[in-house]
Structure formats: C-alpha cells, structure tokens
C-alpha cells in the first residue's frame, strides 16, 4: 500500500521581493513568516542584505528574498544594494514586483519596469496597502499597469492587514516546481542569528533617532556567546556611524538614548533567543564608511556571496 505522504505532489522554490524603498516588502515577509526576521523602518533603504525567509506548509516549501529597495545609487553602499536586488532576478522562480498602492505610478516603478524588460522569470504585480484607498482607484491602478507590463498574476494584499495575502501564497504555489524542501520543516530563515541580531539593534537606533541619523548606520557583532554558569546570552555590539555629531545623538543625553536603543532591542533578541539576554553597546565613528568597499566587508556587504 502507498504512503499517502510519498504521492502527495510537493512543491518548492525561491521568491525574490522587489520594489521601491518602503512599499512594505518587510512587512510582508514578517507576516507570511509569522515572527520578525526581516527589520521594519519607515525609512527607505532598510533592507541593506538579501534576507531568506522559509514558509513550509503540508504541500510546498517557498523560500523568500526580500531584497533592498531598488533605487539610483549615491554611494558604493548603494551600488552594492542594487547589484543584490538585481541579481535575485535570474536565480529565482517567481519576482514579486510590489508596489504602494498610495502612491500610484510613477519614476521609480518606471525604472524598475526597465530593469525587467529582459526577464523571463514569472512576475507578479503585488499592489501592497489597498486598505489605503478606494476600491475605484485600485481598479485605475490595476489598469495602469498592465497597460505598462505583461504580468504573470496581478494580487492586490495589505500586508499590515493581511487582506488577500493567503490568495497570493497560493497563486505563487501553482508556479513554483515540483521538488522536495530545501530547508527543515521548523527554519524561517538562513541567516546566522548574529546576522538577525544586528538587525534588530539597527532597526531600534533607526526608529528613535528618526531623521536625525540616516542610513549612515551600521550595527556589528563582536560577542555573542552563552555564559557558562547561566543561561543568559551575553551580546556585546557596536554601532558604527560617520560623524562625531551622530555618536552624540546615538549615546543621547547621560547615556539615555543608547540606553533605550538597547532596552528595545533586547525585548526582540530575547523573543528571537528564546532566553535572557545581557546586551552592551559601544558607538564608533568610522569616517565616510558607506564609500570604503573595505569597511563595508568588514561590515558584512560581501558582493562575492550574492
């Protein structure tokens, strides 16, 4: 008698996000993953490294990448961000192209369109934030597009909400290949946990300091191991920007805003853990390190792993 399991069809393959800066593209990857593995910002240009998050359900297996939000570089950080989201494109099964349903169409989508013009992997149109405007202006948008590109699948989601986001899990299943899973049934993602770690830090600094430190800012791991008489994770890390003035807004008045940077950040690497976090945070300046291919090494932007 044949297993049930062994016939039953399973599906698995890789899904590359793309899109303008600050379309949602995080939002929705934490929300099909169902934890924070990717950083959240109403900053542009957040997601600096691709970031694989795995679903795996009873019959298939998607892999994520959600990427840096496409846009003209203005620093060699920049052209390093781009060369990974478009390199997504020729090593994935399906592009998800996502858009701001707020913000309608315009240079940006137009610029990233061209970039697809010699694609011939699946894209879907995914118009993110429809619980922002009115059903009318969701059809015009629709209709604007298509107009624009021939679009595998066209979905409309709120990602923050939810809306429709079930509907598009399972389009994108009826694309993906027959093959067995790549990842164990229980992994969300591929990252290291120092990786999601600095993440998290970076993502408290860029919440609190708002507009007052832009993307000037990186987040480095130099210890993170388990004490031997506790089961607490000892985490020390160092928040690098480039300029003096920004190190005093980072450390804040008496130490307050770093010491609050670091109260936040150890909520979400205690949850990440799943145990007692002890974190210490230094602040460095590294003049300019955005345009020094050798401290954006240092600091993990490897163009050879992409």
């Keep these: 008698m044949t297993n049930v399991e062994e016939t039953r069809q399973h599906k698995s393959g890789f899904i590359s996000i793309i899109g303008r800066p600050n379309v949602g593209k995080s939002t929705f990857l934490n929300r099909v993953i169902g934890q924070k593995i990717a950083i959240m910002s109403d900053k542009p240009q957040t997601t600096r490294n691709k ?122 299943k009826k694309y993906l290949p027959e093959g067995p899973q790549f990842y164990p049934a229980d992994q969300v993602t591929d990252h290291p946990e120092r990786f999601i770690v600095s993440e998290l830090i970076r993502e408290k600094a860029l919440h609190l300091t708002r507009e007052e430190i832009p993307h000037s800012l990186a987040v480095v791991i130099e210890k993170m191991e388990r004490r031997e008489d506790s089961d607490v994770v000892h985490v020390m890390a160092t928040v690098i920007v480039e300029r003096d003035s920004q190190k005093g807004i980072i450390i804040g008045k008496q130490g307050s805003m770093l010491k609050e940077i670091g109260k936040r950040a150890r909520i979400d690497i205690e949850n990440l853990l799943g145990t007692k976090v002890f974190l210490e945070l230094w602040v460095k300046v590294q003049k300019d390190w955005r345009n020094k291919m050798t401290q954006l090494r240092d600091f993990g932007f490897r163009e050879d792993e992409y």
């Design 51 to 172: 970031v694989q998050g795995v679903l795996t359900t009873n019959d298939a297996q998607l892999i994520f990448i959600d990427t840096p939000g496409i846009h003209k570089p203005k620093h060699k950080l920049g052209d390093f961000m781009m060369k990974v989201a478009q390199n997504t494109f020729k090593e994935v099964d399906i592009v998800l192209f996502m858009v701001n349903a707020e913000e309608g169409y315009g240079r940006g989508e137009e610029f990233i369109l061209e970039k697809f013009k010699s694609v011939k992997t699946p894209i879907f149109l995914v118009i993110n934030k429809i619980d922002k405007i009115h059903p009318d202006q969701l059809l015009t948008l629709i209709e604007s597009y298509k107009e624009r590109h021939p679009f595998a699948e066209v979905i409309p989601i709120s990602a923050l909400e939810g809306n429709n986001v079930e509907t598009l899990l399972e389009q994108i």
